[in-house]
């Protein structure tokens, strides 16, 4: 196992517990499988998962009350008119999180390089601000920027 600290953080954040319905609801902090998704959204192979250690609390965010329009359907075969599907909801999100997240990169069975080879191309990836697809915090609209983490092993 291979060990990575990276440093992810955005203007806004949200994490949806699942148990509200129609309003989103943000977790208080980053939830593992958040973390994990932000990670495989930096460098993702299929020869290794990540496994989430640690996850520090750099900046605690504060929880700020937004209304949003959304659809209340999903757009089928035939157009849709945005004006009759739409309703405004209420979201709970965070603001100004930072989150300084410990990994462990695990190689898989059918895997055939070497483990450093996989953590030198993520810590090459991060260094130079590289992803796989853009990360997010929580959802798309909410973009993450990141950093290597203070004391990499």
Request: hydrophobic content about 40%.
């Amino acid at each position: 196992m291979a060990h990575i600290r990276i440093k992810v953080w955005g203007d806004y954040a949200c994490f949806t517990r699942p148990e509200f319905k129609t309003e989103r609801v943000s977790y208080p902090l980053i939830t593992p499988s958040a973390a994990r998704g932000l990670l495989e959204a930096i460098f993702w192979k299929p020869e290794f998962r990540y496994q989430i250690r640690r996850i520090g609390v750099l900046q605690l965010g504060t929880q700020v009350v937004v209304l949003r329009n959304e659809l209340t359907s999903r757009q089928g075969r035939e157009p849709l008119l945005v004006e009759d599907h739409r309703a405004q909801r209420s979201t709970l999100l965070l603001k100004g999180v930072a989150y300084l997240l410990e990994a462990d990169l695990v190689l898989r069975p059918h895997a055939q390089d070497p483990l450093a080879k996989y953590l030198d191309q993520l810590r090459r990836r991060v260094e130079r601000g590289q992803f796989h697809h853009p990360p997010y915090l929580g959802t798309r609209e909410f973009p993450a920027h990141f950093a290597p983490g203070a004391g990499e092993e």
